[in-house]
């Protein structure tokens, strides 16, 4: 069943982790097809991708372009399984739950990592806990949405979620919250299973390299909420 997944990867400055998130990928879905959409990192991530001896592996190098959303899309774009996931290039400690997602899309449509559930939980710092709670919380109650984890990032779907909606290429996380919302709209069986986010790696992250690209990414995300529900 694995060998009918597609897992994308947005990558820029991860050569610290990329590797290990391919490894794990290869080990806990054999047959796998893994598309790295990297945009143009200088810290030499595209050479170690090259490097990587896997057949079912497509790296797609962005010079022009950078963003998670477009590189979301120029995945699904290439993606041939039946099967199509999402998982944040440095965490492939969370890569072993891909099995058990893959079993609940059985009688689900789609298939989400979930902090907020029974079982979740989230091992980051206070402050980066507190708001991603909080973001959540607040998408939840604005968007009339039965998810807990609406910026989970870490998914999988059937193809066919992709006759209903399709991801608008534009902005950073919060895509993924308009994505699964209007997945949700459409009738789709959404089902969260949970896990525990770990520490950075890096320990730290890009949408919060500091506090003031973390309060822009904020604001961009509450604007992308009312729009949200301004277009229903």
């Known amino acids: 069943m694995s060998e009918n997944v597609s897992i994308i990867l947005s990558t820029y400055n991860e050569k610290l982790s990329i590797e290990f998130t391919i490894s794990e990928l290869v080990k806990n879905l054999p047959g796998v097809e893994i598309i790295v959409v990297d945009d143009n990192s200088p810290d030499g991530t595209l050479d170690i991708l090259k490097k990587i001896k896997y057949e079912k592996l497509k790296i797609f190098s962005r010079t022009k372009t950078r963003g998670l959303a477009s590189a979301f899309l120029l995945g699904l774009i290439n993606a041939k399984g039946k099967y199509i996931g999402w998982v944040d290039s440095n965490m492939g400690q969370v890569v072993k739950k891909f099995p058990e997602m893959l079993n609940n899309l059985e ?30 919380k607040f998408s939840k109650i604005i968007l009339r949405s039965k998810v807990n984890d609406l910026s989970s990032g870490i998914f999988l779907m059937k193809r066919n979620v992709l006759n209903d909606v399709v991801p608008i290429a534009k902005g950073h996380g919060e895509f993924i919250i308009e994505f699964l919302y209007r997945a949700e709209k459409k009738g789709n069986k959404i089902v969260e299973i949970p896990y525990t986010h770990p520490v950075d790696l890096e320990g730290n992250s890009k949408s919060f390299p500091n506090l003031g690209k973390f309060l822009q990414f904020g604001f961009f995300y509450f604007i992308r909420l009312v729009q949200m529900v301004i277009r229903e």
């Open 107 to 136: 009688k689900n449509d789609i298939v989400i990592l979930s902090r907020y559930v029974n079982g979740g939980k989230d091992e980051r710092g206070k402050f980066r806990v507190l708001v991603s709670f909080m973001l959540n």
